[in-house]
């Protein structure tokens, strides 16, 4: 039987819009996610080092990821206007007499100023090596893939400079394929690995928190390679820290005149976050308070204008706390605490310091003046636990001021040894 | 016209059940308050000191307050079992040598053991004046009405025992007309009206702390007469209650060998906890967590059962916390920092009277002991600010922390004064 030529039509077009159908699902099913979404406009490429393609597809993140660049306000004790600590606190010449901190010491911008700032600071020089880049540039991610991270860190600054060309970015804490949270830096890596951790189980609230561990951490350069290192492995507390380096027998710097092993610490506010502070067993996460939820018309999005809460604390505070005046004055009485209680530690640090050089004398108690010089070692880095981290103990009240007396006790310890070490030569 | 019978016995039905209504009227009126409502059997005499009596109207209340006197529970730090603070603490005879305390220091008990624990205990004797029953006792607001608060205070303890016999109960809190919580201690009354504060103009939430510093609170015996007076014309902080205790030069004993004027803090949790806790600033009274709201059947009361609220967190915590384990967990982090950290302090303290004790040489430079035996009184005034108070610093973390640092900075330094003392005599 002869089909009519009508029917002939109807299973061409059957045919031609399977095949169509067909094509268009294998097209789809090869996209990256974020493209099946709506706002999809652009495919990112892995590791993309440039934020405004990220920015195509992410218009509201991106665009308050930029304020980052201008919008840095200073608080009480922080924020993000670059003014010069040396200025503000006389003492810190003298703790940090004889390295790079007493030189220049200015508060950091937002993240969009970051690769400007590290260029431009007086801490770097021709022996600044590559290292000092991993906090810095959307660009890391690529290169500690391409290069490895042993590698990265031992070409020099101005090297590996000729290749980062973007400051912090999207890349450093998301997947470009999924946007899902990832830990980039082979360090922080490294390091919850060798605490028994593989930070891809980790539930996306934790994510939240340990993202920023990437980089608001204390680190060292291990080695003449100045591999990038936490000093971890036995825990993350100021002591387990303080355990680690004296195993190690790492320093930063000699102590100028009394040739004190000294320690500099870097803004470990995850580890004094998450050293049972309220707030972290309460179960809030870092992005909770500095980026939270923001609404812009109809968009519901997590601002990436990281910053002080205190600067924004209506939707920072306030979507736990009802009260948000109430939130925040408890800030300020909290920080007050702190910064008084830390002040008394420098002038203890300060006294140490000066008896200790007052006691450089061959017929002084020579194992005296040595227990002296440890606990001024033990005493400075706890104080720059509490001092380098950036919240004037909010983060983590009982454990800051429990951190202060600690080092403050031992700063006084340290005077006494040294009087006592020249004062036994004198009979007494 | 005349009327029939009828309605001569109308009219006398209606004069008597209005005299009846007009006298049961008058009777009401003139009866107390609480006799009105549901369950008013008796009527309670003002200022009655037999708490059984009230009982007899508020056998809730009543019945949970006799539980004070067997149910002491020991805590991590406190609770109310007498156990022996000198035995757990070798440091305590050498801080309160030379003093009662060093005699004999047990965990208080419950309320309704005030009485027979004052009169058994070791730091009682014939010396000892009224004024130590002014927490003990309800027939106080009776006595403080018939005597005077100065003659009370003056009359030797033993003699005005004979008319005290009755421990702690109702009338030291409650008006027995109107049952609203009162200041009854003259004290109290004298050191809030010296800060220009009227506790009749309270709120009872107010009411539900203030009510607790008639007894829980710093106070000293002033003069000959012992008069009981609380410290706070200059403020309730520890640094206000210091330079009041500098400016009337007040000492309740001197440190043996030393000399050095000393102070004994009494359980100061009304100044800890109104420092700007976190509780206290949220609204939350002392009675919120201690007398938590309780159900007996169809019955909500106030416990009276005043206690630690670890030993009953549900009610305590959970009226605010919805998760009372992480409440109680935040507790044990908070009081492990304190207790680790006044530990510290009590090391540093017993450092500097050792060494001020060194320098008992007349050659010794007298201005610098001077001053270590100052240090060694403020040092030792702040620790016992927190070791007194009775919550190991959750009443306050941040006010605790902070006082501890600065009280083992003083006793640091004046362990340093001590030895300059003696050192500059042989030439340094």
Redesign the interface.
């Known amino acids: 039987m002869k089909r009519p030529l009508s029917s002939w039509i109807l299973v061409a077009i059957i045919v031609i819009l399977s095949a169509a159908l067909i094509g268009t699902l294998l097209f789809v099913k090869n996209q990256p996610a974020q493209v099946r979404g709506v706002p999809a406009l652009v495919v990112i490429a892995a590791l993309e080092p440039d934020s405004s393609q990220w920015g195509l597809n992410f218009p509201n993140e991106y665009s308050t990821f930029l304020l980052t660049e201008k919008n840095n306000v200073r608080t009480a004790y922080g924020g993000s206007e670059p003014f010069p600590h040396l200025e503000d606190d006389p003492h810190l010449k003298i703790l940090f007499a004889g390295m790079a901190f007493s030189k220049e010491y200015n508060e950091d911008r937002g993240h969009v100023n970051s690769l400007y700032d590290v260029r431009n600071t007086d801490r770097v020089n021709e022996k600044t090596p590559g290292t000092c880049y991993s906090c810095k540039s959307s660009d890391n991610p690529r290169l500690w893939g391409e290069m490895g991270m042993a590698e990265y860190d031992k070409t020099p600054f101005a090297d590996l400079g000729q290749q980062i060309n973007n400051p912090i970015g999207c890349a450093n804490c998301h997947d470009a394929n999924t946007m899902r949270l990832v830990v980039t830096n082979p360090a922080l890596e490294e390091a919850l690995a060798a605490q028994g951790k593989d930070w891809k189980t980790f539930t996306r609230q934790e994510m939240r928190t340990v993202v920023c561990a990437n980089c608001h951490v204390e680190y060292y350069f291990a080695g003449d390679g100045k591999y990038l290192t936490f000093p971890w492995t036995k825990g993350t507390t100021v002591d387990q820290i303080d355990a680690y380096y004296d195993e190690v027998g790492f320093k930063d710097w000699e102590y100028p005149d009394t040739a004190t092993p000294m320690i500099k610490m870097q803004h470990p506010e995850y580890e004094m976050y998450t050293a ?1 502070s ?1 707030h972290y ?2 179960g809030v996460a870092c992005a909770d308070c500095h980026m939270p939820y923001t609404r812009d018309g109809a968009a519901k999005f997590s601002t990436h204008d990281v910053k002080s809460p205190l600067v924004n604390p209506a939707p920072a505070c306030g979507a736990c706390h009802t009260d948000v005046n ?1 939130a925040t ?2 800030v300020t ?2 920080q007050q ?2 910064a ?2 830390m002040s ?2 420098e002038d ?1 640090l300060v ?1 140490a310091i000066e008896a200790i050089k007052a006691a450089a004398d061959p017929k002084a108690d020579q194992a005296l003046l040595a227990e002296a010089r440890t606990l001024h070692r033990k005493a400075q880095l706890r104080w720059d636990f509490v001092a380098a981290e950036n919240s004037m103990g909010f983060h983590n ?3 800051a ?2 951190i ?3 080092a ?2 031992m700063a ?2 340290a ?2 040894k040294a ?2 070490a ?2 036994q030569v ?3």
Chains 1, 2 share one sequence.
């Open positions: 049972d309220t067993l309460a109430y004055s408890r009485v909290i605490a702190v008084d209680t008394a530690t203890a006294d009240p009982e454990e001021l429990r202060l007396a600690a403050t006790d006084r310890q005077q006494v009087l006592k020249v004062g004198a009979g007494n």
